[in-house]
């Protein structure tokens, strides 16, 4: 269990993308040339997360050494997202739109930072113009698209390259069905979604957590 969490806390800002809080995604010019045809597929890509008002999904989390847990993930517009991870793994994730918790239950432990300083901050922050970052990449299938989000204006922010898959009851067409990061230390960490479910209930309390320092002071 102690290797477990270490993992986790190496690799936190990576898990928490979830990029999905990408909802915040707005059309733009990449930063580099790009082709009519990718062009078109990366607004694809953006349309299909902005259309995204909430959803539930299970996920599995991949590190480079290969250790996986699995989890809930809750997303509700603008900018929440949820991290559920399995009873044993005594961790969670919660993004409010503006900052990123990581709740430790393990050592009650709380560590909070500002978005724009995460692995995530490209994707996760609402000010700034997410997809002049994004690159497509080629993947052979037509059915699939790989967009690249990198901030070169800040290599500390890492690497997420996003996997959609054409699916026509997904929002937009397109389902995001798993992402990779890569932080500045080279840490790789895969988060696979699946059972995706759009336009469930999803309230504010989704995104409060207990916080165990308080029990920890009596």
Request: charged share 25%.
């Given at each position: ?111 909070r930072w500002p978005i724009s300083d995460s692995p995530l901050g490209a994707l996760l ?94």
């Amino acid at each position: 269990m102690k290797n477990l969490t270490q993992t986790f806390r190496n690799c936190v800002g990576a898990a928490a993308l979830a990029a999905l809080s990408v909802p915040a995604l707005v059309p733009a010019v990449p930063a580099i040339a790009a082709s009519p045809a990718e062009t078109g597929r990366l607004d694809q890509a953006v349309t299909a997360l902005r259309g995204i008002s909430t959803m539930k999904a299970d996920f599995i989390q991949t590190d480079r050494k290969g250790q996986t847990v699995r989890g809930t993930l809750t997303l509700k517009r603008p900018g929440r997202i949820r991290f559920q991870y399995e009873k044993s793994a005594q961790m969670l994730i919660v993004g409010d739109g503006k900052a990123l918790t990581l709740v430790d239950y393990a050592v009650d432990q709380v560590q909070r930072w500002p978005i724009s300083d995460s692995p995530l901050g490209a994707l996760l922050d609402p000010r700034r113009d997410v997809a002049k970052f994004g690159k497509v990449l080629p993947t052979g299938n037509p059915d699939v698209i790989s967009v690249e989000v990198r901030d070169k204006s800040h290599p500390e922010y890492g690497v997420i390259t996003l996997i959609f898959t054409r699916k026509a009851s997904a929002p937009g067409g397109l389902e995001l069905t798993y992402w990779v990061a890569l932080d500045s230390q080279n840490q790789r960490t895969t988060i696979a979604l699946s059972n995706q479910r759009y336009g469930v209930p999803v309230t504010d309390s989704d995104f409060r957590w207990t916080d165990p320092r308080r029990k920890s002071r009596r």
